[in-house]
Nanobody
Framework: QVQVVESGGGTVQTGGSLRLSCAFS????????MGWFRQAPGKEREFVAAIRWGGNTYYTNSVKGRFTISRDNGKNTVYLQMSSLKAEDTAVYHCNTVVVASGEWRPSFNSWGQGTQVTVSS
C-alpha cells in the first residue's frame, strides 16, 4: 500500500525559503518518477515539479529558477526546495508518483497524503 507523508510547510514572508519533504513507502521508490503538486484555496490542484527515477527534473513555468526538486533514494524521500517565495505560491503541497499523459504530468496514484500547508505573507 502506497503511503506518502509530506512535511516542512509553514508561514514565510515574501522572498523567503522553505524545504518540503515527502517520505514515501509501499513501492520500489528508486524506480518511480515522483512529483509535487499544489492546491490553492478555490483552485484546482496543479503540477509543480517532477523528478524522474534517473534524476531528470521538470518544472511548471511559474516556479522555474525558484524551486528545486531532488530525491534521496536511500531515504525514500523527495524534496522541494523553494526560494524567492511569492504570495501566489500559497497552497497545500502534495507529492505523488507521476506519469506523463496527454503531454502533462499527472499523479499516478488516486490516494493523496494530507499535504503540507505553505503560506507566503507580504
Amino acid at each position: 500500500q502506497v503511503q506518502v507523508v509530506e512535511s516542512g510547510g509553514g508561514t514565510v514572508q515574501t522572498g523567503g525559503s522553505l524545504r518540503l519533504s515527502c517520505a514515501f513507502s509501499g513501492r520500489a521508490f528508486s524506480r518511480l518518477d515522483m512529483g509535487w503538486f499544489r492546491q490553492a484555496p478555490g483552485k484546482e490542484r496543479e503540477f509543480v515539479a517532477a523528478i524522474r527515477w534517473g534524476g531528470n527534473t521538470y518544472y511548471t513555468n511559474s516556479v522555474k529558477g525558484r524551486f528545486t526538486i531532488s530525491r534521496d533514494n536511500g531515504k525514500n524521500t523527495v524534496y522541494l526546495q523553494m526560494s524567492s517565495l511569492k504570495a501566489e505560491d500559497t497552497a497545500v503541497y502534495h507529492c505523488n508518483t507521476v506519469v506523463v499523459a496527454s503531454g502533462e504530468w499527472r499523479p499516478s496514484f488516486n490516494s493523496w497524503g494530507q499535504g503540507t500547508q505553505v503560506t507566503v505573507s507580504s
